[in-house]
């Protein structure tokens, strides 16, 4: 069964850092690249972060810079560094597989944390 548990979320100013974390289960872990999504109400979610199993990387133009993404294969955990929050960051983020749009629909998700970016 896939579990996804997502933590580490918050309120922050403007300008803080806050650090989430994603435990898998292992069975997406292992074997698949890893993102970081985020969702508004009213608007689709989208893919901010990803990493490979080999720690390839790759970041949406809006975070690119400020947030690093991260994974430890022991702990089969994923983790999403955000430096420099801006309000317009505020979302909901949510870890999975790293898949297209299009896919996203047949996918099982964690609950998710809320992030809260005050200006």
């Known amino acids: 069964q896939v579990q996804l548990v997502e933590s580490g979320g918050g309120l922050v100013q403007a300008g803080r850092s806050l650090r989430l974390s994603c435990a898998a289960s292992?069975?997406?872990?292992?074997?698949?690249?890893m993102g970081w999504y985020r969702q508004v109400p009213g608007k689709q979610r989208e893919l901010v972060a990803q990493?490979?199993?080999?720690?390839?990387?790759n970041y949406a133009d809006s975070v690119k810079g400020r947030f690093t993404i991260s994974r430890d294969n022991a702990k089969n955990t994923v983790y999403l560094q955000m430096n420099s929050l801006k309000p317009e960051d505020t979302a909901v983020y949510y870890c999975?597989?790293?898949?297209?749009?299009?896919?996203?629909?047949?996918?099982?998700w964690g609950q998710g944390t809320q992030v809260t970016v005050s200006s």
């Open positions: 999975n597989v790293a898949t297209t749009m299009a896919l996203l629909k047949f996918l099982s």
């Open positions: 292992r069975s997406i872990f292992s074997s698949n690249a």
């Open positions: 990493i490979t199993t080999g720690g390839n990387t």
